[in-house]
């Protein structure tokens, strides 16, 4: 036993490491065992017995080879087909190992590559001159790097004092034929062929606070003279910011977007195209005893007339108030009760005109905004203080006087005295006794025609001259909805 169990595994380390000598081997042992067995007898059967099965008992690898198990690991040793997963690793590793070399050499050469192209210098004429910078650099790395001068603008106030001189943007650029200020220039990246110029850099001015107001229109007065007073414009807010600079403290105004004034345009009416024509106006009515006399006395000549009546008395006679206008002729207002306007406050003020020019819509379906002023008083300050509710004052340039009653004969020579074409004639229907108007106003008619004049509206004789608007031709212009009215005189 004990040479079988010292022989036992170099005899089977020696068969695994030469096959061809372990089919001798097997050979050998098939006759020799029975003389094994002989010489073993001598010293006990069983125990011979039990030896010389000891190999199968341990058993065979499939090829019959004997071996001689231990629970020691036989350094070298492998398995015959498949080899230690230790075997495995190790070659699969030195398999990947030239791969990954190369990888890594085709990153290196590719990135190299990479940085070569993107970083080529290309040609850009800059103020005429050629230079090589780099594709892609901005325009302020190509001037840097080029040693360019520049004019850099500077640091300023809210009010452009200078804080820093050159501390503003280094410079401004044309690109071809886009020009470039601020950042926008700087960061401007450059590519093959681009022609540049560089310009002054603009001023930066001094981080500040900002706070915008609306600007009202102001009231300006136009035109000089003439009866006929209108909204030319009825003006615009402007937007103002006001800036107040951090390091100076300084306070500077901006204007955002103009301010429009408010303009009153006067104007005497100039008739086109060699028309004659006048306009004969009517005041104080509708009276119940004398304004439809008027009219039967327009009807007979054909003639049209305005009629500027008190709103107090269209309420009282709204029948006549609607046979004005039925008749062809124009109404307007007087305003309510004939107080003088200059005298009244911005309260009553409104209220005489919103009150009259209802009554007159009410009673006859007009809108009008057109009125005379009482005793022809109406200034820039009554404009101002009315907010916008009248669009045109009417006064005239004939005044008949037949206010005094100073007869037939006077009426009708203060009517056609200087009389031209454009001319506006003052006569009364209301406010006392009328029988001289009455018996004068056939013959003011018969002389005007007989001279060639047509006799018009104020609406007509406006429509005529093509200096004054559309919109106010049409007798009821109105303040347009979001429009500020002024609140303060302007200069004319």
């Known amino acids: 036993m004990a040479q079988t169990g010292s022989h036992g595994p170099q005899r089977a380390e020696h068969v695994r490491q030469n096959p061809a000598q ?39 690898n499939r090829n019959n080879v004997y071996y001689i198990p231990t629970t020691s690991k036989v350094e070298g040793t492998t398995d015959a087909r498949h080899g230690s997963a230790e075997s495995r690793s190790d070659k699969a590793a030195s398999s990947k190992a030239p791969a990954f070399l190369a990888l890594a050499l085709i990153l290196v050469l590719g ?5 070569l192209w993107t970083n080529r210098p290309v040609s850009v004429t800059i103020n005429d001159k050629s230079f090589n910078v780099r594709i892609g650099s901005t325009l302020a790395e190509a001037v840097r790097d080029q040693s360019i001068h520049t004019k850099p603008g500077n640091y300023v106030s809210v009010k452009g004092d200078v804080l820093k001189a050159g501390g503003g943007d280094p410079f401004g650029a044309t690109v071809g034929k886009k020009t470039l200020t ?20 603009k001023d930066v001015m001094e981080p500040h606070t900002k706070k915008v107001e609306a600007e009202a229109p102001k009231l300006v007065m136009k035109g000089g003279y003439g009866p006929i007073a209108y ?30 004034d408010t303009e009153i345009y006067l104007r005497t009416p100039i008739p086109e195209g060699d028309k004659k024509l006048v306009a004969l106006t009517f005041d104080d009515g ?33 029948k006549l108030a609607k046979a004005i206008v039925d008749q062809g002729c124009q109404i307007a207002s007087h305003t309510q009760s004939h107080k003088q306007l200059t005298k ?69 020579r203060n009517s056609l005295a200087s009389v031209r074409s454009g001319s506006i004639i ?15 106003l056939p013959k003011i008619i018969e002389s005007l025609q007989g001279a060639g004049y047509t006799l018009v509206t104020i609406d007509e004789l406006m429509a005529s001259d093509s200096t004054i608007p559309k919109s106010i031709q049409s007798g009821n212009a109105k303040m347009p909805k979001g429009v500020t009215w002024p609140t303060e005189l302007g200069d004319a």
Request: aromatic share 8%; charged share 25%; net charge positive.
């Open 111 to 115: 990135g190299g590559a990479w940085h």
């Open 426 to 440: 003052l006569m009364h229907d209301g406010g006392g006794n009328r029988d001289q108007d009455v018996e004068a």
């Open 182 to 201: 601020g950042k926008t220039a700087q960061e401007y990246r450059v590519k093959a062929n681009d022609k540049i110029t560089l310009t002054a850099g």
């Open 231 to 260: 909204v030319r414009d009825w003006g615009t807010p402007g937007r103002v910011e006001h800036l107040t600079g951090k390091k100076s403290k300084q306070v500077a105004d901006v204007v955002k977007s103009k301010t429009v």
């Open 22 to 60: 372990g089919e001798d081997a097997r050979k050998g042992a098939r006759s020799a065992r029975p003389q094994a067995a002989r010489h073993a007898s001598g010293r006990g059967g069983s125990s011979r017995t039990a030896e010389t099965r000891q190999p199968e008992a341990h058993g065979t």
């Open 286 to 318: 509708p009276s119940d005893k004398y304004t439809q006399q008027y009219l039967d006395i327009l009807k007979k000549y054909n003639a049209k007339a305005t009629f500027f009546c008190l709103g107090k008395n269209v309420q009282e006679f709204p």
């Open 344 to 412: 009244l406050g911005a309260d009553e003020l409104k209220t005489e005109f919103n009150t009259a020019f209802k009554a007159i819509s009410d009673a006859t379906g007009v809108d009008t905004t057109v009125f005379r002023p009482p005793y022809g008083a109406f200034t820039e300050r009554t404009w101002l203080a009315a907010g916008g509710i009248p669009s045109v004052s009417v006064t005239w340039t004939q005044d008949s006087r037949d206010w005094a009653r100073p007869g037939v004969d006077a009426i009708v």
